[in-house]
């Protein structure tokens, strides 16, 4: 059912330009949705996944939402869905670049298969360098004071005895975002990044073979906070604050929404 717009000026993101990596399940998507609830003048959903990506587009309306698809690792992509965006629409605002992937194999240093390192990072990292260059590039050309968001994670900031690329990739954000929101400070440019914790995504099912809620309960395991399970809607209202005006003397922040995070109670 496609979804009613509101007329209500008062949204945080009234009016706004935004897209959205990686837009068409998981993260991405509810964060597409609350994009569009809070007043965007349309969300631009980037993925590879065609179908999934027009059904999200086409739920919230297609005159607030339109997909675009988007081979995060291609620069010529990548380009062209900034310049397609600025021409239709005029600017960009609001960049989320939350495009990322995880290997099915644990991945450990010693047994490290370079071949599926090499494709984690051109995506992890190659595609979210080329995300925000270019969004960073539209916003400067077009003198807006946009918001950059990069999606990283709890892996980020701990070690782990798998998932050495990923982990690594998380750090690469990490940097890549700190890098961002010195050099574009000047521009009035904001940017951030959102860690999550743990979460029971389409992706992280898909990897550990569980159910939604099997994997909530495998996940419960690595937070402290007692009483809620993280769900994409966290992570995606943790989004919402950093590209609205509530955050706009934030720059260089990673927000973790992960519920204190710990190996293992």
């Known amino acids: ?27 991405g998507e509810t964060t597409a949705r609350v994009f569009a609830n809070e007043g965007t003048r349309v969300v631009v959903i980037a993925d590879i996944q065609d179908a999934l990506g027009e059904q999200v587009a086409a739920s919230i309306g297609y005159q607030r939402c339109i997909y675009v698809h988007c081979d995060v690792t291609d620069e010529d992509q990548v380009r ?14 609001i960049m989320f670049s939350n495009a990322g992937i995880i290997n099915s194999t644990n991945q450990t240093l010693m047994e490290l298969d370079m071949s599926e390192l090499d494709r984690l990072l051109a995506v992890n ?39 050495t690329d990923y982990i690594m990739s998380k750090h690469a954000v990490l940097g890549l975002m700190r890098a961002a929101s010195v050099q574009l400070a000047t521009h009035g440019i904001r940017v951030n990044s959102v860690s999550p ?9 898909k990897l550990l073979e569980m159910s939604e809620e099997n994997a909530q309960e495998v996940y419960k395991n690595l937070a ?17 604050f950093l590209v609205s005006n509530e955050a706009e003397f934030i720059t260089g922040l990673d927000l973790r929404v992960d519920g204190g995070f710990v190996y293992g109670k």
């Open 1 to 27: 059912m496609e979804e009613t717009p509101s007329t209500n000026t008062s949204l945080r993101l009234s009016g706004k330009i935004a897209i959205v990596t990686g837009g068409a399940s998981g993260i």
């Open 80 to 93: 062209s869905l900034i310049q397609s965006t600025v021409n239709t629409y005029g600017q960009i605002d």
């Open 125 to 163: 990292v190659r595609g979210m360098a080329l995300c925000v260059k270019h969004a960073a590039r539209a916003m400067v050309e077009q003198r807006v004071r946009g918001s950059i968001v990069c999606t990283g994670s709890i892996a980020g900031s701990h070690g782990g005895s798998r998932s």
């Open 197 to 205: 914790n743990g979460l029971a995504t389409p992706l992280t099912c």
């Open 224 to 240: 402290r906070l007692e009483g809620v399970v993280l769900t994409p809607k966290h992570v995606a209202d943790a989004v919402l």
